[in-house]
Structure formats: C-alpha cells, structure tokens
T-cell receptor, first 110, second 112 residues
Framework: RKEVEQDPGPFNVPEGATVAFNCTYSNSASQSFFWYRQDCRKEPKLLMSVYSSGNEDGRFTAQLNRASQYISLLIRDSKLSDSATYLC???????????FGAGTRLFVKA | NAGVTQTPKFRILKIGQSMTLQCTQD?????MYWYRQDPGMGLKLIYY???????DKGEVPNGYNVSRSTTEDFPLRLELAAPSQTSVYFC???????????FGPGTRLTVL
C-alpha cells in the first residue's frame, strides 16, 4: 500500500462545477499536510496548507480527518485555469520525510 | 527575486556518462531538496540538506551524490548514468522543515 494515495482521475468537469478530491495516508505519525498544484510540465507550487480545523482560501477548501487518515480539497465554481494536477503532500514526524502523492488530474471544460 | 533556479533545462546523456545538475536559491533558505518525478508518479526525495555542509539521503539516493558548500547552491551529481535515471529532476528549498517548499523549473534528463 502506498503511503499517500490519490485517485489519479482525470476529473472532467464543466466550468462552474464543484469538484472534490480525497487523499489518504497510511502513517498516523503524519504531522503536516499540504495541497500543491502542478501545471503540465511545470514545477509544483503550494496551493494551500491543511489545518486540523479545516481552512478556506477563496474557492478552495481543505479539510483534514485524522481519525480516518485522509485530507480533502474542494474547489467551488471551477475555472478553466484550475485545470492542473493536484498533489497531496504529507510530512511525517520523527524524521525528515515528505511524501508526495502521485496527483489527481483535473480538466475544466468550457 | 529569482527564487530557485536550475540548469540545464534539458539534457540527454549516454549510459555511463556523468553530469551535475545545478540548483541555486536566493531566498536564504536553510533547507534544500532534490526530487525526481517519473511519469504518473509522485515526487520522490533523492537527497536533502538542512544547511551548508550538512546533507542526508532521502528515499531514492542510489546513483546520486550531493554537496552543499554554500547556503545558496545544492548541486546533484549523477555518476555512471543509467536509463532508470531518465526522469524530471526538481530542486526545492524551504525556510524550515514544515514550511512551503519552493521548486525550481526542473531538469528533464534522458539517458539513452
């Protein structure tokens, strides 16, 4: 079992739609969680950190469920520019270990 | 600020050749990282550094070496290139271990 798992997609949604991605992690010693965005053939860039209480940044909402060991990303009112791959990232305590998920591809269509 | 810069952008190597991938950051970050990303896969940590003179292995260090003589530079050395090292290599830096990682634009390496 992979340490961080994501549905690879692709998710094909129309503009204006709401779409949600989940990411599961296997190690309960996980400390920090992030969502990164990666455009085609580009470097990853931080989209948002994920806090225990959940957090929102404009159209994006991130949630953490430690009991079930997953994090989620909700995108409301999707834009064409949201088309990208979304990477789930988990940082573990007790050592220097950052694990990237393989990513979920999103295509937003006009 | 340039952020994190990497050179070269592209490179084709023959099996057995060696090369150095360059990485420089101008944000005065202590932490620097090298990742590789294979198609359809997540980034895998090759090596990391917590400051000048200090480096350590990540998840997939075999076939690579690093050095960190200055805060700004963190070169990655490939010795005896193999086809399995065909990948996209990203360098990143962060202020602290749990902080945002800023990535360079990547080096696309093909070993034939």
């Amino acid at each position: 079992r992979k340490e961080v798992e994501q549905d690879p997609g692709p998710f094909n949604v129309p503009e204006g739609a709401t779409v949600a991605f989940n990411c599961t992690y296997s190690n309960s010693a996980s400390q920090s969680f992030f969502w990164y965005r990666q455009d085609c053939r580009k470097e990853p860039k931080l989209l948002m950190s994920v806090y225990s209480s959940g957090n929102e940044d404009g159209r994006f909402t991130a949630q953490l469920n430690r009991a079930s060991q997953y994090i989620s990303l909700l995108i409301r009112d999707s834009k064409l520019s949201d088309s990208a791959t979304y990477l789930c990232v988990v940082l573990y305590t007790g050592g220097f270990k950052t694990i990237f998920g393989a990513g979920t591809r999103l295509f937003v269509k006009a | 600020n340039a952020g994190v810069t990497q050179t070269p952008k592209f490179r084709i190597l023959k099996i057995g050749q060696s090369m150095t991938l360059q990485c420089t950051q101008d944000m005065n970050h202590n932490y620097m990282y090298w990742y590789r990303q294979d198609p359809g896969m997540g980034l895998k940590l090759i090596y990391y550094s917590v400051g000048a003179g200090i480096t350590d292995k990540g998840e997939v260090p075999n076939g690579y070496n690093v050095s960190r003589s200055t805060t700004e530079d963190f070169p990655l050395r490939l010795e005896l290139a193999a086809p399995s090292q065909t990948s996209v290599y990203f360098c990143a830096s962060s202020k602290t271990v749990g902080d945002t990682q800023y990535f360079g634009p990547g080096t696309r390496l093909t070993v034939l």
